[in-house]
Structure formats: structure tokens, C-alpha cells
């Protein structure tokens, strides 16, 4: 985590002297909330590895998930270049919304799902479950894992030339699995993906 102090934020441009706190799935990269922070819920969460706000209704501290058990743990900290607002990301225990919801705002539930599936393919790599279709992957081996990209990628491409466009999503979705599982055995994060397409974009 980044060395971060409250003394860094300028809180002259903060309404009522409260630090705007954005919480992004650190996983899935998708907005949970929007919360604020004083200085002593800033350090409490600093201190703890647990978000915590200053409820502005309440005028105290609450520490999200203090009474369902729903913490948003912290993985990062970071404070945007005008030093008047936070960005966290957190990886969330169970839905984040009071809603039950996983997220307060109502963006398409499938968003951020492709580095949720890939965080699964890691931890099926990393514990090699008995039973699994991505154990057995593994265990295959590279070869194996490559010859199932390949068909995949041959199976949507056919769909596509048939302009069967739910068939081609359905096949889509295996070329996608299994491109993941074949970026995991070469060790290879979909952020370095990112930053390979990022580099020729600029």
C-alpha cells in the first residue's frame, strides 16, 4: 500500500471538511461506493486494513460491515492529483450495498466478470481441486490447453461467418475461459494484456 498521511490532503476543498472516499473492487475493478472520511476514520482504516467512513447522518464512525459482517478489506489506497479525494480499492466480504446488492450503483451486473472468472482460473491453479475441468487443464499441460484455444477460437469463428450471433456468443464465452486458462499456465496477468495494448495505442 501507498505511504499515505492525512496531513497530504487538502481538505480546504472538501465540503464540510470531509474527504470523498471512492471503493473499487480491487478484482473487478467495478464501483462499490461512495463514502467520506475524517481524520480519524482515514487512520482507523489505515490502521486496520478495514474501511471505515464518517457517516454524515450519524456524525461518527462506522465501519462498513460492523453489523452484517460485509467489510470492504483494503488492498490500496490512493489519493487523486488535486489531493482532495480517495480512491480505495478493497476486496468486499458479500454484497457492499445495504440492498444486498454488490454494488450501490446499478451498473450491469456482468461488469467487471472477466477478471472475476480469471481470479478463479488463479486460485484453481494455485489448490488443483479434485473435480475441476480447470484442474484437469492443468494438468494437461500447455499443449492440451492451447488445442482447446484453438478449437474454440475455430467454433466462433465459424458461428460468426454464419452470422449465428447467439451461438457466437455462447462459443465467445469458451474461447474467452479458455484464453484465460492459457494466460494463467504461461503466467501472464490480463493487466499486462492491458499494458501490451496500452503501449501500442500511444
Not at 145 to 158: D, H, M, P, R
Amino acid at each position: 500500500m501507498e505511504q499515505l498521511s492525512w496531513d497530504n490532503i487538502k481538505l480546504d476543498k472538501c465540503a464540510d471538511g470531509l474527504l470523498p472516499v471512492v471503493v473499487q473492487d480491487a478484482v473487478t475493478l467495478r464501483v462499490l461506493m461512495l463514502g467520506y472520511m475524517n481524520r480519524e476514520a482515514f487512520e482507523k482504516t489505515l490502521r486496520e486494513g478495514r474501511v471505515t467512513f464518517f457517516s454524515r447522518t450519524r456524525q461518527q464512525l462506522w465501519t462498513k460491515g460492523e453489523t452484517s459482517g460485509h467489510y470492504l478489506m483494503v488492498d490500496n489506497m490512493y489519493i487523486d492529483c488535486d489531493a482532495d479525494t480517495l480512491l480505495i480499492k478493497a476486496n468486499p466480504i458479500g454484497p457492499t450495498c445495504h440492498r444486498g446488492t454488490t454494488a450501490c450503483f446499478d451498473t450491469p451486473a456482468a461488469e467487471g466478470f472477466i477478471r472475476s472468472l480469471s481470479a478463479l482460473v488463479r486460485r484453481r491453479h494455485a489448490e488443483m481441486p479434485e473435480g475441476s475441468y480447470t484442474t484437469r487443464l492443468f494438468i494437461k499441460g500447455i499443449k492440451a490447453i492451447t488445442k482447446k484455444v484453438g478449437e474454440e477460437c475455430t467454433e466462433s469463428i465459424i458461428e460468426a461467418v454464419d452470422g449465428n450471433r447467439e451461438r457466437f456468443i455462447y462459443e465467445a464465452g469458451d474461447l474467452m475461459y479458455h484464453y484465460l486458462v492459457m494466460l494463467e499456465q504461461m503466467g501472464v496477468t490480463l493487466d499486462e494484456v492491458e499494458h501490451e495494448l496500452l503501449l501500442r495505442h500511444s
